[in-house]
């Protein structure tokens, strides 16, 4: 069965960077892109970019260019997120989620960073 | 890219129908054939439960529908039961490899 399991909790001081792991189990991974989507507390989801799990090709929302980094391993499965410069508004539950005919049909657990001096 | 609107709250009585509307333009719902919704329940991750304005992965009930109307898609939950009351959002395509999510709405079963 497909599974995606993220990395855990993260509590980071503003200016910090914060890199968070998501490893595909259950298909094969390069078949299928990695999106990335957060969710602020009480408020709604947030598309953040995407990965081309096969060739490494991102593309991001305007909103995070040159903050954000995507990245995969595809000898471990595993899809990468990175966020620089981070401030309280990013204060978050970072989601990633397959990629299938333009849905996102599986997602990870979702990983709260908590940015906080 | 501006977020989808969604209506922040929808409500009907078990057994009743309830529909959900999310409005784009012309570059995201209205451009693709694409938009898909997704159910989240508190402290869950979303689900996706239509995908290609109306088509449902399996295991989702049949009484969830989906559909489109120019630059406006609705989710139709018809038959509301007690379990359905979540938060919905919708997703479309919006050009260039970026997608969109709608606000959301919080399903209340009364």
């Known amino acids: 069965q497909v599974q995606l399991v993220q990395s855990g909790a993260e509590v980071k001081k503003p200016g910090a960077s914060v890199k968070v792991s998501c490893k595909a189990s259950?298909?094969?991974?390069?078949?299928?892109?990695m999106h990335w989507v957060r969710q602020a507390p009480g408020q709604g989801l947030e598309w953040m970019g995407r990965?081309?799990?096969?060739?490494?090709?991102?593309n991001y929302a305007q909103k995070f260019q040159g903050r954000v980094t995507m990245t995969r391993d595809t000898s471990i499965n595993t899809s990468y997120m990175e966020l620089s410069s981070l401030r309280s508004d990013d204060t978050a539950v970072y989601y990633c989620?397959?990629?299938?005919?333009?849905?996102?049909?599986?997602w990870g657990q979702g990983t709260l960073v908590t940015v906080s001096s | 890219q501006s977020a989808l609107t969604q209506p922040p709250s929808a409500s009907g009585s078990p057994g009743q129908s309830v529909t959900i509307s999310c409005t784009g333009t012309?570059?995201?719902?209205?451009?693709?054939?694409?938009v898909s919704w997704y159910q989240q329940h508190p402290g869950k991750a979303p689900k996706l439960i239509i995908y290609?304005?109306?088509r449902r992965p399996s295991g989702v009930p049949d009484r969830f529908s989906g559909s489109k109307s120019g630059n406006t898609a609705s989710l139709t939950v018809s038959g509301l039961q007690a379990e359905d009351e979540a938060d919905y959002y919708c997703?479309?395509?919006?050009?260039?490899?970026?997608?969109?999510f709608g606000g959301g709405t919080k399903l209340t079963a009364l």
């Open positions: 997703s479309s395509p919006a050009g260039s490899h970026n997608w969109v």
């Open positions: 990965i081309i799990s096969n060739s490494g090709g991102t």
């Open positions: 290609e304005v109306s």
């Open positions: 012309s570059s995201d719902v209205g451009g693709y054939n694409y």
């Open positions: 259950g298909y094969t991974f390069t078949g299928y892109n």
């Open positions: 989620a397959r990629g299938n005919n333009y849905a996102f049909d599986y």
